[in-house]
């Protein structure tokens, strides 16, 4: 990606921009500190929402928690009234803060960064930006390997094309979302990288503090010293296939009783999974939910992560985090950050949706060669360095300059 910005066109001023989000995300959070930071910019987030635990126990983790790092430290944010009869995920009018209507209209932002638009807040943030001529920035993590079928592919490329290409910029997490954006009209000089992204150095830095007390920290959670443990993380619903995860432990303990698990998370599908453990002898242990200041724990004692989901998984932060602790990954050929972060036999491995046997096999190729194993985490970590916060910081800064001055011309690589 190339961004030519004619001189006259560098202005000492900030540029105001308000983002709008569902709620505080712990993955976001590092994001808004380094955009609040910038020289350039004068950031607001407006959140519609502030979840409750009993909120995040139904949206899948399976237990109720806050989490426990700072989530509202370093920027400025407002919470918007959310009027909705239901308010929370899972319905698109769980979110409905028409307040931000008159926010945006009384034109004090430069442009509006909207996170998605399967959501009621979204559009009425959209609609404000298209009626009053404010700029309006779209972020999505959406592809087109979600399995979905040949109607809801139909009416949506119908009615996707009609508002896609109106967005002045699509942001694009990464390979498969840029692509889902052209596929819908976007026009490709609009279309700007945003990668998700976590704070690297935070997870290098810890990791490599805790890599210190790795054998205690196996005994600890249940794992032989000399085991080669793949880690499963994350909710333990149908789109993550944790069975998936299951029954490759138990084929590739079979051949290699090296071989252990580790499976991080809660969730509704969390106690056939024990059972099924249970009922084969199967080596894999459970570490229930773990918040974010115990997450670094897991990776430092696992060897490599496995993340088998659907193409329901539109990005999985998972691998950022597991590469950031210098671990390699295997993933299903349907999950959203494979194509960027997932390079077969250099940071990991990607194996058909579903094929417990290629996935089983993977498991044993990597366990076969541990010092492998471990150069390979390296090198994810390497890869990792174009999917930083800073990275997503300066695609922001490219969009909106290409977005608020016709003088610079985006070239897209």
Known sequence: MELLIPSE???????????????????????????????????????????TPQEQANAGFGVEFDWDVPLLEGYPYTFLKNVAALPGHGRFSGFDTPGIEEIIRRREYDAILVNGWHYKSAWQAIWACWTSKVKVMVRSDSHLHTPRGRAKR???????????????????????????????????????????????????FEAERLELRRSQLRKKNGLHENSI???????????????????????????????????????????????????????????????????IEAYVVS????????????????????????RPCIVSDRVGCGPDLVIPGKTGAIFPLGDVDALANSMLELAGNPERMISMGLEART???????????????????????????????
């Open 9 to 51: 066109a560098v202005s000492a001023k900030r540029t105001k921009l308000a983002v709008i989000s569902t709620h505080p995300i712990q993955y976001h959070s590092a994001w808004y500190r380094a955009m609040a930071s910038h020289p350039e910019l004068d950031l607001r987030v407006y959140y519609c929402h502030q979840a």
């Open 154 to 204: 139909a009416f949506k490329f119908l009615t996707y094309r009609r508002f896609i290409p109106r967005f002045d910029a699509c942001l694009a997490v990464g390979q498969w979302s840029r692509e889902y954006f052209l596929h819908y009209g976007a026009r490709p000089e609009r279309i700007f990288s945003v990668p998700h992204a976590i704070d690297n150095r935070k997870f290098q």
């Open 229 to 295: 443990v793949f880690m499963f993380s994350g909710k333990f619903i149908s789109k993550k296939r944790p069975l998936d995860f299951v029954r490759a432990i138990e084929r590739a303990a079979r051949r290699d009783a090296r071989i252990q698990g580790l499976m991080v998370g809660d969730g509704p599908l969390r106690t056939e999974c024990e059972h099924r453990v249970c009922d084969g002898n199967i080596p894999i242990r459970f570490a229930g939910f773990l918040n974010q200041s115990q997450i």
């Open 303 to 326: 060897d490599t992560l496995v993340l088998p989901s659907d193409g329901g998984e539109t990005w999985g932060v998972v691998v950022n985090e597991a590469m950031a602790c210098a």
């Open 383 to 413: 890869r990792l360095r174009n999917y930083s916060v800073e990275t997503a910081v300066d695609g922001i800064i490219q969009s909106l300059a290409a977005t608020l001055d016709p003088r610079v011309l985006h070239a897209s690589a």
